[in-house]
C-alpha cells in the first residue's frame, strides 16, 4: 500500500509539473529567455492592431479595404508557406504601409521541436520576407504563442524580439462567436499600449473580419490611436530613455 501511495503522489506530482509547464509555455507576458512584448508601457493612447497567419486570397484584400477605409496602419505576421504561395499578397501588404512579422513557416507548436527545426521555421520565413520586399527590423510571433526553452534561447541568440499580445478576444470561444461581443471585449480591456491579437485570414475566422471595423471605430471614438507594433515599441522606448 504505501509503494501504490507513493506512486500515486508521484504521478499527481508529474501531473501537475506538466500542467505548469504547459501554462508556463502559453503565457504571452513570460518568456524564459530573450526579450518579450506583450504591450508597450506608454501613457498615451497608441496601440497596435496586429492579425496572425496567412496572407490567403480573397481574405487579404478584404482586411487590406477595411484598413484602407479606417485609415489606420497594422501589424501582419505572416506564416512562410503562406507567403511561398502567395507573394504577390505580401506586396500589397506592404504597399499598403503595414508592417510585417514572422509567424514561422509551417504553424507548428515550436515547443519539443530540435534547434534544427526552430531556426529552418523562422529563417526560410525571413528569406522570403525578405526577397519580397520585406526591410528593417522583423518581429517573430510564436505560433499559437507557444515557447518553451529551445525558441526562446534561439530568439535571444538571435537577439529577435518575441511579440504575443495583451487582448487576444477569440481566446474566448463564446465571444469568438459573436461580432458584437467580440468587439465589446475588446474595446473593455484594451488600454494605451495594447497590443491586440485577431485572426481573419480563413473562412473559420468570418465573425473576427465582421468584427474588425466596430472594434476600429469604437476604440478611435475613444481616443486611440492606431500605429504598428514598431512603431508602439519605439515610443515605448523614447518614453523610457
Known sequence: MRVQSH????????????????RLSTMPDF??????????SIDEKLIA??????????KTEQILRILQDEAIPATFFLTGREVEKHPEL??????AGHQVGNHSFHHQRLI???PTYISAEIESTDTLLRQHGVDG?????????????????????????????DVAPENFP?????????????????????????HVMYDSRSVTMQAVPDIIRRLKAQGYRFVTVHELLKKEQAEQS
Not at 518581429?139 to 538571435?158: A, D, S, T
Not at 462567436?177 to 499600449?193: E, I, Q, S
Request: hydrophobic residues 50%; charged residues 20%; proline residues 7%.
Open 137 to 165: 527590423v522583423i518581429y517573430f510571433r510564436p505560433p499559437y504563442g507557444k515557447k518553451l526553452v529551445l525558441l526562446p534561447w534561439y530568439l535571444m541568440k538571435h537577439h529577435r524580439v518575441s511579440v504575443t499580445w
Open 49 to 58: 492592431l496586429t492579425f496572425d497567419d496567412g496572407p490567403t486570397p480573397e
Open 7 to 22: 506512486f500515486m503522489l508521484m504521478l499527481v506530482l508529474l501531473l501537475f509539473g506538466i500542467a505548469a509547464v504547459w
Open 112 to 114: 519539443f521541436k530540435s
Open 90 to 95: 505580401l506586396r500589397q501588404i506592404l504597399a
Open 174 to 198: 463564446k465571444i469568438a462567436k459573436d461580432p458584437f461581443a467580440l468587439a465589446d471585449h475588446t474595446v473593455k480591456h484594451t488600454k494605451p499600449g495594447s497590443i491586440i491579437l485577431l
Open 31 to 40: 518568456q524564459l529567455f530573450g526579450e518579450i512584448k506583450h504591450r508597450a
